[in-house]
C-alpha cells in the first residue's frame, strides 16, 4: 500500500457553457472546499461532449479562483509537442501561483484520430512515444538545458522557459489502466489516475472485470514494480461511480441492471474501489477503509455532481 495520504477531491468539467457560467463554476469548486478543477483533452463531442480547450480554459479558471488548483484529466500526448506542452505549462504554473496539475496519457480514442487525420498508431507506439515525451518534458520543467534523441523525439541544448513556480515542476499524473502505462507511470509520475474502463480498443468499453478488487489490486501491484521505492512518493486516485441513496442493495441491483453487467453479483459491486454506493455516512465508512487498503486518497467526481458530493469533501478533504 502507498502511504497514507490526507484525502482530497477533485470535480471533471463536463459542461462548459458561458465564460461567466465557467468562472462561477470555478469559484463554486473552490467554496465548496474541494481541491482541483479539471477538464479532459479530446476535441470530438462522443463520448464526453463538447470541450473547452484544456490549458486556456484552466488558464480562467485559475484567474478566477485563489486556492483551487487546475488540472488535466488527461492531455493526449500525440496532440503536442513535448516542448510546446512544457512551456504552456509552466507558463499556466507560473501564472497561477504553483497550481497546476499537469495530466498526461498517451492518447486512446481511436475516432478522433481519424476525425482529424491524424495517425492512429499501435498502442506500443503510443506509450513509446510518451515515455520519450516525459522525459523531455520533466527535463524542460527542471533547471538545465535538455538535449534528448529518440525514436520519436529530438531536441538539442533546449532550455525551458519560463520555468514553473516549483523547482521541478508541476506535479505530473499519469492515467493508466494496462501493465505497460501503469508501470511508467510508477517510474514517473507524482500521481497516477487508474483507468477502471477499458480503451485499448480505441473505444470505451465498459468491462465489470476491470473494477473487481483484485483487478485493481492487480494494478496497484504493477505501479509498484514500476516505482520501486519510490512507491510511497506516489498518490493514487480514480474517477468513482457514486451512487448516495439510502438503499444500498437496490441500488446496486439497479446499477448492474443499468450497465448491462452479467455474472457480476452485488457483492462483487459492492467491493469494487471505483464504485460507491450508500449514504453520506457510508460512503465516508467505505472511503476510509478503502484508503487503508489500498491507497486510494484523491477521488475526482463529474461536475453535475459537484453540490451532492460536497458532504464528502467537507467530512473528509485533508482528513
Known amino acids: 500500500m502507498a502511504a497514507t495520504r490526507p484525502f482530497r477531491f477533485g470535480i471533471i468539467n463536463e459542461r462548459m ?3 461567466a457560467g465557467w468562472a462561477d463554476r470555478a469559484r463554486r469548486t473552490e467554496a465548496l472546499g474541494y481541491d482541483t478543477f479539471l477538464l479532459r483533452d479530446h ?4 463520448p464526453f461532449g463538447d470541450q473547452f480547450a484544456p490549458l486556456v480554459a484552466l488558464t480562467a479558471a485559475a484567474c478566477a479562483t485563489t486556492r483551487l488548483r487546475v488540472g488535466t484529466l488527461v492531455l493526449d500526448n500525440d496532440y503536442r509537442h513535448p516542448a510546446i506542452l512544457a512551456k504552456e505549462a509552466a507558463t499556466l504554473d507560473l501564472l497561477s501561483g504553483g497550481r497546476l496539475e499537469l ?4 492518447g486512446w480514442l481511436r475516432a478522433e484520430y481519424e476525425a482529424a487525420g491524424m495517425p492512429y498508431e499501435p498502442n506500443g507506439v503510443r506509450v513509446d512515444r510518451l515515455a520519450e515525451a516525459l522525459t523531455i518534458l520533466k527535463g524542460l520543467l527542471a533547471d538545465g538545458p535538455v538535449t534528448f534523441a529518440g525514436e520519436h523525439y529530438r531536441v538539442t541544448n533546449l532550455e525551458g522557459f519560463p520555468k514553473s513556480a516549483r523547482p521541478t515542476g508541476p506535479p505530473i499524473l499519469i492515467g493508466a489502466g494496462k501493465r505497460r502505462m501503469l508501470t511508467l507511470a ?3 509520475a507524482d500521481i497516477v489516475g487508474f483507468l477502471t474502463t477499458s480503451v485499448a480498443s480505441g473505444t470505451m468499453r465498459d468491462d465489470p472485470t476491470e473494477r473487481l478488487a483484485e483487478s485493481v489490486e492487480r494494478k496497484i501491484a504493477w505501479v509498484r514494480e514500476g516505482a ?3 512507491f510511497a512518493q506516489i498518490e493514487l486516485s480514480l474517477i468513482p461511480t457514486i451512487v448516495i441513496t439510502d438503499d444500498r442493495r ?3 441491483t439497479r446499477l448492474i441492471r443499468e450497465h448491462g453487467w452479467s455474472g457480476i453479483t452485488p457483492e462483487q459491486v459492492g467491493a469494487m474501489p471505483a464504485v460507491l454506493i450508500g449514504t453520506i455516512a457510508e460512503i465516508v465508512e467505505t472511503l476510509c477503509a478503502r484508503r487503508e487498503r489500498y491507497g486510494f486518497s484523491y477521488y475526482i467526481f463529474p461536475d453535475a455532481q459537484l453540490d451532492s458530493c460536497a ?3 467537507g467530512a473528509l478533504a485533508g482528513r
Not at 495530466?103 to 498517451?106: D, I, P, Q, V, Y
Request: charged share 15%.
Open 17 to 19: 457553457g458561458t465564460a
Open 43 to 46: 476535441f470530438v463531442t462522443e
Open 103 to 106: 495530466g498526461l496519457g498517451a
Open 186 to 188: 510508477g517510474r514517473h
Open 228 to 230: 520501486g521505492e519510490r
Open 250 to 252: 437496490a441500488a446496486t
Open 311 to 313: 458532504p464528502l469533501v
